[in-house]
């Protein structure tokens, strides 16, 4: 048993900061600190699942906005909870991976390398077939739908009751029943966690009684995660599947989304697989089409004329510009970095490439640090202050704004975390006392370790007081004594799946 809770520890820990969530709320230092013990961090943690101490004991919720409106929650576990979870996963995927039907595209694991398909190119891949399936059928009508609050509603009893069917190792399905009852006892927290991208493989296994419903009552349909494509010949047979669908997953605590669930009639299916002029445009790039930069040009012209700007189109356009190094974007971008916040991270991104040879996008990214709006938007605070520690972007008034996120505690602490690593990276005369006293007073265990980083950055931390806190800080241990190896530089935080 312990074998393969190593082995699988060893493929999660290899995963960790590649993943959506984690492009999304990545490590101040890029786990240094764990990197740098790792063999020691391991077989703790197999100590801690074999004596049943693997539970996790603080889960911080994060909303990352989906627009400028509604936000999705991310559940930031502990590290050591967020590798067991994931290993606990990783260890069941072989076994319900081929439960689950060609018709789901999401959380596809390849069992030759150990790994999920991409999700970019899986949901690409799911729009094209169908767009294919239409073309064969062209008389056929769609139905399209979700499901709300899909991963906070899942029942765990019920979810739980899944795994104990399949002939799966005993030591996973037992560390994840303690794992999501723990999970789901804490407050505020219910189904599964949002973030790693091993929940989407649980997430399919739940719904893997539509799949099978749709299959046998002789559906075509295609599933991402919670969107769901139904095709079928008539209207009337349509809604019939919508509703037996939906009573399938009132029996298991979910629901379909009202505001999100229509029947498209066989004319207008065509304009819901919005990627034909992206996929044209697309393939023009990636060959040197002549006009096909031009047409790139036009068609993010057109997204940012609309009212509201649509987040998916918008992505797209950087994208795509990005990959040909074309900065047509750059100008509107520092005009309205403050008003697409839920953006923040592909902008940023984007702006990234053309960041030495465009002086002026650093000093608007450190500016948009004081733009009252992103009060609101602790996601875009977090991504520019990793943007500002990435490009080493120093201005005072970024500086003066970090500070006053450092010492506000109603600010999030993951906002804290990476003010406290740029202050520290940027610290003057005097600076270093200062973040010393943060750290003495600071009660949040998160917000601890980056100030200790912060203070070791600013030369103001001696071995004698590492060692002091390696004795009586049991948390910040593994962080203390990384820092007594003296590293000459400690790694930035990923920024868009790039370290330094």
Request: aromatic letters at 10%.
């Amino acid at each position: 048993m312990e074998r393969a809770v190593a082995e699988n520890l060893d493929l999660a820990w290899s995963q960790i900061g590649v993943g959506g969530g984690d492009l999304d709320l990545p490590d101040p230092i890029a786990f240094a600190d764990v990197d740098a013990a790792w063999p020691v961090f391991r077989d703790e943690t197999i100590r801690k699942i074999r004596d049943d101490e693997y539970q996790p004991t603080q889960v911080e919720i994060v909303d990352v906005p989906k627009n400028q409106l509604m936000v999705r929650p991310l559940a930031r576990l502990q590290l050591r909870h967020r590798l067991v979870y994931d290993a606990a996963i990783y260890g069941l995927a072989n076994t319900i991976a081929p439960l689950i039907p060609q018709a789901v595209y999401s959380s596809r694991w390849w069992r030759n390398q150990r790994r999920f398909l991409a999700p970019t190119t899986s949901w690409i891949q799911m729009q094209r077939d169908a767009k294919q399936f239409h073309k064969n059928h062209p008389t056929w009508l769609l139905a399209r739908t979700d499901i709300s609050s899909f991963y906070e509603y899942i029942d765990v009893g019920k979810l739980i009751d899944d795994l104990v069917s399949l002939d799966s190792p005993a030591w996973a399905s037992s560390v994840l029943n303690g794992f999501l009852s723990a999970f789901n006892n804490l407050n505020n927290v219910s189904g599964i966690p949002q973030g790693p991208d091993s929940s989407g493989l649980l997430a399919n296994l739940y719904l893997r009684p539509v799949d099978l419903q749709l299959r046998d009552l002789g559906f075509t349909h295609y599933r991402y995660s919670d969107d769901i494509l139904i095709f079928g010949r008539d209207w009337l047979t349509l809604r019939d599947s919508i509703l037996k669908v939906n009573r399938t997953l009132r029996g298991r605590r979910l629901i379909l989304s009202s505001g999100k669930t229509r029947i498209i009639d066989r004319h207008s299916v065509p304009a819901e697989f919005e990627d034909i002029e992206k996929d044209a445009i697309s393939y023009g790039v990636r060959v040197g089409l002549p006009g096909a930069v031009d047409e790139l040009k036009d068609f993010f012209s057109r997204t940012i004329s609309k009212e509201p700007v649509s987040p998916r189109d918008l992505r797209y356009s950087l994208t795509q510009l990005k990959r040909v190094r074309d900065s047509y974007g750059v100008g509107w971008l520092l005009s309205n970095i403050g008003e697409i916040p839920h953006l923040t991270r592909e902008a940023l991104s984007y702006l990234s490439h053309f960041h030495a040879e465009r002086a002026e996008i650093g000093d608007v990214v450190a500016d948009s640090l004081t733009n009252s709006k992103l009060a609101f938007y602790p996601y875009a605070q977090q991504h520019i202050l990793i943007y500002l520690i990435f490009h080493g972007v120093a201005k005072p008034a970024a500086i003066d704004a970090a500070w006053k996120l450092l010492i506000d505690r109603n600010v999030a602490s993951f906002v804290r975390e990476f003010a406290a690593r740029f202050l520290g990276r940027h610290s003057h005369l005097g600076d270093g006392a200062r973040l010393r006293q943060e750290f003495d007073q600071e009660p949040d265990m998160r917000v601890r370790r980056a100030l200790l980083v912060a203070c070791y950055e600013a030369r103001h931390c001696s071995n004698h007081f590492l060692t002091s806190i390696e004795s009586s800080a049991p948390k910040l241990r593994i962080t203390a004594r990384y820092l007594k190896t003296n590293p000459d530089q400690i790694p930035l935080p990923s920024f868009h799946g790039v370290t330094k």
